[in-house]
């Protein structure tokens, strides 16, 4: 509860001060990130890969995206894991501090929006705890709570693929952080949309 | 790093022109895409609206893209996955020509043009490819299926024929007229028209039309020797020269002509003789286009050679029927020659499939039945039909009755490719059930209609409204001996007929509110089909069975000759058949606009008139009913 108070004069990384003083204005971009992780406990599991997209006026941009894959030896050692598939593969690797400050710097001061956010935000922020830095400070929207608005459900819980199926958006049988961001993207233009959200 | 962009570089690179171009040059592009959700009924951008900085390609669902003539709308195109529009940017600098709008919920990229430019500069396949789908005029659907893709036109669209079975349709006119000048001669005019095959030739001044000359002033200014074939062409000429605007519909175009008592029309820029010709409308034209009716669609299916072809066509036949409404043509009429088209569409594909499998073992009929037997069947429902084929030695009875098994499915396979679906219940010739030899047919009806629901699962009472589409015509005769020798005062047949007629739910509450489905996906829509059409046609059976009349199996039609044969009832039969065209009007203007079957419909869309006319046509359903009640005393199954 006190710990803003002891970390009132601590010195924060050079990326997170310049992240911090974006929040004076609010932003019209939504980030749209979907991770992939080693478990569903934000405090032990770790994050294996991001991926996100920017919505900005009503529609997802291709271009303005963030995809990274992250090594994680320490915790895969630690628990004598192997990820030898990703070790292997030719697609460029980083060290989860590296991968965390491009991910803050990508994101700015957008909204972001996901599916089950809060355990994405949660496990960014232990991530971030790592590194030293504060909590993300964006707002966040869950297109499963936006799904139940719209719906009057009161406290249900829809997987990701029901949503997409519900809503027609279309499955790709590939299945990374990315493709999950870019069908929560469109899943969220179509809730917008239907929601009445500007 | 970017995986989706790459994904979407995979899409793009099935379809032209993004197929003349590298994969690495498809995923820079793909980097640049937004794409963009549509709701359904949500315009992109519309006409006269500022350009757009991208074009745009499909990427699902279907956009329409739309014109207005003659103050109504008109549809152009319609564009599935795959399919590129809005490419005006590219080349011109006014404002949108057309709407685009999607038909149902739609995803598009949206190509910046920015990005796609250095491309098309660089790469003339591409840019010959986007010209050419710019530019092209005809949007002729045969010629669709011989471009590379599908080229969708975005700038002149008058001339097109899209839409050539309608009546108010756009004229293809003469668009390089033969000209001259003032001082040429009679002699040199002639010459120059029998050089160019053209019967007539336009007299020009400043770019402007000043006369017409046509074969008729040859004949009888010249060949009389009234002029002199020195004596300049002005002095023979026909002055001024009757202009029209370039988008003129068929149906304007031929009320000019007799207006003025002319044979041509000159078609100019702004519909004055004082601007630039644009081109010549000569009667020819007006008969050519008007010779796409429906007797030329027949012999067009009469000579398709695949289903490809005969489904082109039966699109053709859904323009056809959806102008013939909104003109007001009446739905009677419109019934009949859709069901003519239909019946040559259906007979063709029995005929491709014996040129396929052989000549039939032995003489079969092929009975359409349900929808397409009443000749009622305008939007693409599902097929439904039997075959019946004649006794053969028992020894060879297998293999005869293996040969029309296969005849039926492949004939209902072709029938769907076509468009039309399967019946869910099964109830199609490819069915082990129904397709059987003639006596097993009649031991079929006895029993149906002797023993009514004893084996009523799978009586339905659709095989009572029949139509033999290709076969022997005696078999059909056989079935209708027996079905109205049984008909015949079995009370009990009847009974349950009107039984079944009667238990669908009734259309209003009791406050006289619609009856509107409760769940499911069609929540909150009026059943048209189950709630309205079905009370009514059935009714119409079971009163035409029971008046023995033959050989109507049309349910407007039946109530006409049961207000004759019934005269004491009339009133009831006439308002039912009148309800009966009403409702059917519903819910063919509702299929065709949601491209469905029609048969929820959504109130909410209705005008408060329309509602109100529908509920009107609920009416006459209670006298029906009554009447049902009164003269078949429905005991055992109620």
């Given at each position: ?198 | ?189 002639a010459l120059l028209m029998t050089e160019s095959l053209k019967d007539n030739a336009l007299v020009v001044e400043n770019s402007w039309p000043i006369g017409i ?193 296969r005849l039926g499915k492949k004939t209902t396979a072709t029938l769907e490719k076509i468009g039309f679906d399967y019946c869910p219940n099964g109830h199609m ?210």
């Amino acid at each position: 509860m006190l710990d803003w108070l002891k970390n009132i004069n601590k010195e924060y990384p050079e990326f997170w001060k310049s992240y911090s003083s974006k929040f004076d204005k609010k932003s019209s971009r939504y980030v749209i990130l979907s991770t992939e992780t080693t478990g569903l406990n934000p405090e032990k599991d770790v994050i294996l890969s991001l991926g996100a997209f920017a919505v900005k006026d009503n529609a997802v941009h291709i271009g303005d995206n963030f995809e990274s894959y992250l090594t994680q030896y320490k915790f895969l050692h630690d628990n004598g894991l192997t990820n030898e598939f990703m070790m292997e593969s030719t697609i460029k690797k980083s060290s989860e501090p590296q991968a965390i400050q491009s991910f803050i710097e990508y994101i700015e001061n957008a909204i972001l929006v996901g599916h089950h956010i809060d355990f994405d935000v949660a496990i960014i922020n232990e991530a971030l705890e790592r590194m030293g830095c504060g909590r993300l400070k964006n707002e966040a929207l869950d297109v499963d709570v936006m799904h139940r608005k719209l719906n009057d459900i009161s406290d249900k819980e829809t997987s990701l693929d029901t949503l997409c199926e519900l809503y027609h958006v279309p499955i790709s049988d590939r299945n990374s952080a990315a493709d999950d961001a870019y069908k929560t993207a469109l899943l969220f233009l179509k809730l917008k949309s239907k929601l009445k959200i500007k | 790093m970017n995986s989706i962009a790459e994904q979407i570089a995979d899409f793009l690179k099935e379809y032209a022109p993004f197929n003349f171009l590298t994969f690495e040059e498809l995923s820079n592009i793909a980097t640049n895409i937004r794409v963009v959700n549509l709701e359904k009924n949500k315009s992109l951008f519309q006409i006269n609206d500022a350009l757009h900085d991208s074009f745009y390609v499909v990427a699902q669902g279907v956009i329409n893209l739309s014109v207005i003539a003659d103050a109504e709308e008109t549809l152009l195109n319609k564009c599935a996955p795959g399919d590129i529009f809005g490419l005006r940017p590219f080349f011109a600098k006014n404002n949108y020509m057309m709407t685009a709008k999607a038909r149902e919920e739609s995803l598009v990229y949206a190509i910046p043009i920015a990005t796609f430019r250095p491309f098309v500069a660089n790469n003339s396949e591409v840019l010959n490819y986007l010209l050419e789908s710019f530019a092209v005029n005809t949007r002729n659907p045969k010629d669709k299926e011989n471009l590379i893709g599908k080229l969708i036109s975005d700038n002149v669209f008058y001339s097109d024929q899209q839409s050539e079975m309608q009546y108010f349709q756009s004229l293809n006119y003469n668009t390089s007229p033969l000209v001259t000048n003032r001082n040429c001669s009679i002699k040199e005019v002639a010459l120059l028209m029998t050089e160019s095959l053209k019967d007539n030739a336009l007299v020009v001044e400043n770019s402007w039309p000043i006369g017409i000359v046509t074969d008729c002033d040859m004949r009888s200014k010249v060949a009389t020797g009234r002029y002199e074939l020195h004596t300049p062409i002005t002095s023979i000429m026909s002055s001024p020269v009757i202009t029209v605007v370039e988008n003129i519909s068929l149906a304007e175009a031929q009320l000019v002509m007799l207006k003025n008592n002319v044979t041509h029309l000159c078609v100019t820029q702004d519909g004055t003789d004082k601007s630039a010709i644009k081109g010549i409308i000569s009667e020819h034209d007006l008969i050519a286009a008007q010779a796409n009716n429906a007797g030329v669609l027949i012999k067009e299916i009469k000579r398709a050679q695949n289903p490809k072809e005969l489904k082109q066509i039966r699109n053709r036949v859904t323009d056809l029927i959806q102008s013939s409404i909104s003109k007001n043509i009446p739905l009677s009429h419109v019934f009949n020659i859709t069901s003519e088209i239909n019946l040559a569409i259906i007979k063709r594909s029995v005929e491709l499939s014996i040129l396929d499998s052989g000549s039939p073992p032995a003489r079969f009929a092929w009975l359409s039945i349900g929808s397409q037997g009443r000749k009622e069947q305008l939007l693409r429902t599902d097929q439904d039909s039997i075959i019946v084929f004649e006794d053969v030695a028992p020894e060879k009875y297998r293999d005869v009755k293996d040969y029309f098994l296969r005849l039926g499915k492949k004939t209902t396979a072709t029938l769907e490719k076509i468009g039309f679906d399967y019946c869910p219940n099964g109830h199609m010739g490819s069915n082990i059930l129904w397709c059987k030899s003639l006596t097993d047919w009649i031991k079929q009806y006895d029993n149906w209609m002797n023993t009514p629901g004893e084996n009523s699962n799978d009586l339905s009472s659709i095989f009572f409204d029949y139509e033999i589409t290709f076969g022997e015509q005696k078999i059909e005769d056989a079935i209708s001996d027996t079905i109205f020798k049984n008909a015949k005062n079995n009370a009990l047949f009847y009974d349950f007929l009107g039984n079944d007629a009667l238990r669908k739910n009734s259309p209003l509450t009791f406050f006289k509110n619609f009856n509107l489905e409760e769940d499911g996906p069609n929540k909150d829509k009026f059943d048209i089909k189950t709630k309205a059409l079905m009370p009514l046609i059935d009714g119409a059976r079971l009163f035409t069975l029971s008046f023995d009349i033959r050989g109507i199996n049309n349910t407007f039609q039946r109530f006409k000759q049961l207000s004759l044969t019934d005269s004491k009832h009339a009133e009831i039969y006439l308002n039912c058949a009148e309800a009966f065209l009403t409702l059917s009007k519903f819910r063919t203007l509702e299929g065709l606009k949601n491209d469905n079957d029609g048969q929820f419909i959504n109130l909410e869309e209705l005008s408060k008139i329309d509602r109100e006319k529908l509920k009107n046509a609920l009416a006459p359903m209670r006298e029906l009913e009554e009447l049902i009640k009164s003269k078949f005393q429905l005991t055992q199954f109620s």
